[in-house]
């Protein structure tokens, strides 16, 4: 009978590559604007075309220069300065430096200053709550973001299609061999060393360990600290069939063809769901109308002084990932660098929860932005308008439920 793999928690996880011939690592604080971010590595495609849109920002430049970590670290050294980065951050370029770069290109290395850096913006995956029941400092501010979606993934070559909440249970909670010694198994997962998991302060794993019951300190397989990692993993496995894995949604959709999404069907349902109407689509229509329950909101903290934000750019950035009014407005359309990237803005969601893993509800957003949000990843149904619908509210060119 084996136990559960041990999981570690890594306080920092950076992962900078420089192209051949690169420049010597500038510093940071030399680069222009720059403002500081620790994120979960799940936010490495909203970093890179974010920050590759407001190096290139007419009406406001900044360069978001970041490291990623577990979603559990983000928020404690939000809370409490633990741990200053002291290592290479990373940042890309804007069009001036390398008009031929593109998000599935490597991102460039700066070096921090001096004694290190804390984060001006720190990023958690999923419900703060989930991590700590510390209330938050009064001199850190929460605003809720995109919300994200977790996948189990299988190599293309698998023949697996879905998985349902009790198999789920039963392979993480127990692992393959106590479930073949207890006369049972669940196929194709009978190999303990191709369930690739995460560690414990990430919020893949939490994100699961709350959807599926199983604590965190009970999960069986791989433990791994980075999605790279995983995705590499499930990519070169050899023996594809047994392979399974949790991500990211967003990690999924830019490894889509190389790996396939389970649908899952949830305690209590009848069916098991995509995040998406297909296996195919990236309309994360299952996510939106509740049938696909595997989501987290993203929180995203800055510091603050009697409400007003230490760093003022800093609010310009949250509220621009979040979908809210910015001045001066930017030079590019952040919802739609949100939607691209697997995300699903607050005014596209007709759900809610209030807790990690806890029950759906229905929620109306002040403005809905689905046929906006339809047009960015899919297509869309929706009429076009110039200023006025026949039924609906005319917003961004769509006519939108209101």
Not at 91 to 120: H, K, M
Not at 144 to 166: C, D, M, N, R, W
Not at 366 to 385: E, I, L, P, R, Y
């Amino acid at each position: 009978m084996t136990r559960s793999t041990l999981i570690f928690g890594i306080a920092i996880t950076i992962a900078v590559s420089s192209p051949a011939g690169a420049v010597p690592v500038p510093p940071c604080d030399t680069l222009q604007n720059p403002i500081y971010l620790q994120v979960g590595d799940t936010q490495l495609n909203l970093m890179k075309r974010l920050g590759r849109a407001l190096r290139d920002n007419t009406a406001k430049p900044i360069t978001l220069v970041f490291v990623t970590s577990g979603s559990c670290v983000n928020i404690d050294n939000m809370y409490h300065r633990t741990a200053p980065i002291t290592a290479n951050m990373q940042y890309v370029p804007s069009i001036a430096e390398d008009s031929t770069w593109q998000p599935s290109s490597a991102t460039l290395a700066c070096s921090p200053p001096t004694g290190g850096v804390f984060p001006d913006i720190a990023n958690s995956a999923l419900f703060n709550s989930a991590c700590t029941t510390e209330t938050p400092p009064t001199n850190v501010k929460l605003t809720t973001g995109p919300t994200q979606a977790y996948v189990l993934a299988v190599p293309k070559a698998s023949g697996a299609t879905a998985i349902t909440f009790e198999e789920a249970y039963f392979l993480f909670g127990f692992g393959p061999l106590v479930l073949q010694q207890m006369a049972g198994s669940i196929t194709p997962w009978t190999d303990e060393t191709q369930l690739f998991i995460r560690t414990s302060t990430k919020s893949t794993l939490l994100a699961w360990a709350a959807n599926i019951s199983v604590p965190v300190s009970k999960w069986h397989g791989m433990a791994f600290d980075g999605s790279p990692m995983v995705v590499s993993a499930l990519q070169g496995s050899t023996n594809p069939g047994a392979a399974i894995g949790i991500l990211g949604a967003e990690v999924y959709d830019a490894n889509r063809l190389s790996l396939t999404a389970l649908a899952f069907r949830a305690n209590g349902q009848y069916a098991a769901y995509y995040p998406d109407s297909t296996s195919t689509s990236r309309d994360k229509q299952n996510v939106r109308d509740g049938h696909y329950t595997v989501w987290s909101p993203t929180i995203w903290m800055n510091k603050v002084t009697g409400g007003s934000p230490d760093k003022p750019d800093t609010q310009y950035v949250i509220d621009l990932i979040a979908g809210k009014p910015v001045t001066p407005a930017p030079s590019f359309e952040s919802s739609v660098i949100v939607a691209q990237v697997g995300l699903v803005p607050d005014c596209a969601m007709r759900v809610k929860r209030s807790f990690e893993g806890g029950p759906l509800s229905l929620y109306k957003p002040s403005t809905s932005c689905v046929c906006k949000f339809m047009s960015s990843v899919d297509a869309t149904s929706c009429q076009n308008c110039t200023t006025t619908c026949a039924t609906g509210t005319c917003r961004d060119g769509y006519c939108e439920e209101f």
